[in-house]
């Protein structure tokens, strides 16, 4: 049996840095391992990064001592348990080789793998999957002060204006509770085009948030920095969706040169009442499915943020039932070169997997259409209400227990 709080206990003696490194030895001893490796996400969706210290690595980024060895994940078992959720254990000669997610609320943080000098119990198994779910409480913390966890998960340099546009994502792009399931996502374009997406969730209300700033580059980040930090202090001061409409718009045309402007679209979930209501900034109408028909939910499009001083806009009733996943986008995932990309089709064909495999999907699918050359950025984010009232989680090891063990599509 694995003491998860002995384990946790070597961090407080360790630096920040050095902290995930310490717990993984540490788990590495109590069950005998002779190799536990964390691998993170990379900011791309589509490769994990083994990040060392020790030892030079043919391929690896390095800066200092530090190496970041990108390993795609197309095919492979590191992709088949990121979108699975459970563990994957495979003999190697006379041991084993285990790979288990590392997980929190359905954010997919990573992978830790070890090699085993025996075939792992169904206990051991459980007890390996539960010291990574605690994993990424460490990796959580430990990165708060370090930017090694940052550096290593960029496989391509940021740009000033993508570096900016990062800082106006949540924290997490994946959360699941006990109503809905959410994901976001943002293929950014080469020259970045001041996408964002937002979320929280307090006791009573889900609020999501996706806007489209106009222009490009760094322009464009400091517009939508100025447009998303003026949503999120009208929210934190308690104003309601039409006060922070309002507040954000008037905060837009007071702070921005004439002709700046942001598309958006402010959604509040009353997770009591289980009724949603939005206001439609002049953004792309969002898309629904239920019953495995996709169609455009039908809202007033009004003007967008920073048009016109002083407006007072509508909110709207958003239609939603149980069994619905919506999908709120940008328009770099209709328009210029991604037009071509039948994004109705690809929901469609989405209703097994779970949203942050949707959102990656969707991603994928539109860097494809454009062969890797987006003119505009591209996010969206997927919601799946599942109703009822409010109630916990059936989890495991950080993931939902249902969601974890769904099919994970083709």
Sequence with gaps: MIDVGALLHHVE??????AVEVVAAELGEM???????????????????RLTSAGLVDGARGQGVEQAETLPLSGTTYEKVLRTQQADVQDVGDGARMVVPVTDRGD?????ELDLPRYPSE?????????????????????????????????????????????????????????????????????????TFDYTLDRDYLHVSITDAVGHQVAASLLATLLVGSLRNGRRKGLDLAGQARYANDSLAQNSAPGQFVTGQLLRLDLCAGRAEIVNAGHTLPLRLRDGKVEEVALAVEAPFGVVPGKDFLVQPFPLEPGDRIVFLTDGMVERNAAAFDVAAALAASAELHPREVVHELGAAVLKATGGDLE???????????????RGRTTEFGADRDLASAPAGP
């Excluded at 003696?13 to 050095?18: E, K, S, T």
């Excluded at 069950?31 to 990064?49: H, K, N, Q």
């Excluded at 984010?381 to 409010?390: A, M, N, T």
């Design 123 to 195: 206990d051991e198994v459980a007890d390996i999957s539960g010291a990574a779910h605690a994993l990424a409480y460490v990796v959580i913390a430990a990165r708060r002060h370090t930017d090694v966890f940052e550096w290593g998960q960029r496989s391509t340099p940021f740009a000033l204006a993508a570096e900016i546009q990062r800082r106006l994502l949540p924290a997490s792009y994946t959360c699941e509770a006990g109503q809905f399931t959410l994901a976001g996502w943002l293929e950014p374009a080469a020259t970045v085009g001041g996408d």
């Design 108 to 112: 997919a943080i990573g992978l830790l």
């Design 31 to 49: 069950v005998d391992a002779t190799a536990v490796t964390l691998l993170i996400a990379d900011f791309s969706g589509r490769a994990v990064v």
């Design 376 to 390: 505009d950025d591209a996010t969206m984010v997927c919601l799946d209400w599942y109703g009822g009232p409010p």
């Design 13 to 18: 003696d360790a630096a920040p840095i050095d």
